[in-house]
């Protein structure tokens, strides 16, 4: 399994530029702290990963949805969608202040709106909100991607974490 990411360059309008020392961090963070870990090696493989942005406390990714995120309906696995929620947020706070260590989980807050299915580009987007002494608390958006450009919203999360070091 390849641990190289591609990395491309694309923002919205209001964010920061693309730091892309930045992104060498995370995607070492990718490869070596957050592959350690069997549930994100299943799911969320770097070799799958494509970060497009990285800026201070932001990152966004996209990837294909494959057999492991799908329900037995075919749609994309609620828990496969909250552990989405996980990843970005725990990126997102080590895109604010280069910390490898992203804290655990305290809460878990997540929105289902919309299905996708097999083979659906999706982007994910992590967003650190505030990162204090003892609690980082962010917020997750997960959109289809069609030609290109988000598409509809599949899934809209938040996620509190103790990061005290």
């Known amino acids: 399994m390849s641990t190289e990411l591609t990395t491309q360059a694309t923002s919205q309008p209001t964010d920061p530029a693309h730091d892309p020392a930045l992104a060498s961090h995370i995607s070492h963070v990718l490869e070596t702290r957050l592959s350690a870990s069997p549930i994100y090696v299943l799911l969320l493989p770097p070799s799958s990963i494509t970060l497009t ?35 970005a947020g725990g990126l997102a706070i080590a895109a604010w202040d280069g910390r490898e260590r992203t804290g655990v989980s305290v809460e878990i807050a997540t929105s289902y709106l919309a299905g996708a299915g097999l083979g659906t580009e999706i982007e994910i ?30 899934v809209l999360g938040k996620h509190t974490k103790f990061v005290r070091q």
């Open 53 to 87: 942005h990285v800026s201070k406390g932001l990152i966004r990714a996209r990837l294909t949805l494959t057999a492991a995120h799908l329900n037995s309906s075919g749609s994309l696995h609620g828990g496969a969608a909250a552990t989405m929620v996980d990843w």
């Open 125 to 154: 987007e992590g967003r650190a909100e505030r990162v204090g002494g003892n609690l980082a608390w962010t917020s997750v958006g997960i959109w289809e991607v069609k030609e290109g450009r988000r598409g509809k919203t599949l």
